[in-house]
């Protein structure tokens, strides 16, 4: 029975899964998406997000926090630069997983995990506005009667 289990060991020993989970947030804080299995990807979640909480407040021992678990330098940097600046406003879920489907070799399911705030297709506050067309069922202005027509001949056309 598994009474009380509820981290993933996902096949490793300890000192292998917190190293392989350091270099897989270090990975995606530095590219802020990368591929991986789904179980992976789920452990990971629960490794990074706390972490991404904890850099909103950019204090000396925040940093030194984040940094015991990653164990990267430059990773804590751009972490408390630029990732926490976008999702200061976030109260939490600062990473999605998206199933990929299945791998070729072993046929593992796949997935891709990203940081929310830096994909554009998926958000919702992206900078593209909507378009908004009203169409009604009588005539309106026709485009040529509204814009003058500005086709001039070409200089080959006006010799022939």
Do not use: W
């Amino acid at each position: 029975m598994r009474h009380g289990k509820k981290i993933n060991h996902l096949g490793r020993k300890t000192a292998h899964r917190k190293s392989m989970l350091a270099n897989m947030a270090c990975s995606l804080i530095e590219h802020k998406r990368i591929n991986t299995t789904e179980a992976k990807a789920k452990a990971l979640r629960k490794f990074v997000e706390p972490l991404i909480t904890k850099s909103k407040a950019d204090t000396t021992h925040n940093r030194r926090v984040v940094f015991s678990y990653l164990r990267n330098k430059f990773a804590v940097t751009e972490l408390f630069k630029e990732v926490s600046v976008k999702v200061a406003d976030r109260p939490g879920g600062y990473v999605r997983i998206i199933k990929l489907g299945n791998r070729q070799g072993d046929n593992a399911p796949m997935a891709m995990v990203e940081l929310v705030d830096y994909n554009e297709l998926y958000n919702p506050k992206g900078t593209k506005a909507k378009k908004t067309t009203r169409r009604s069922r009588r005539g309106g202005k026709k485009v040529s009667d509204t814009a003058p027509d500005v086709t001039e001949a070409t200089p080959s056309q006006e010799e022939e």
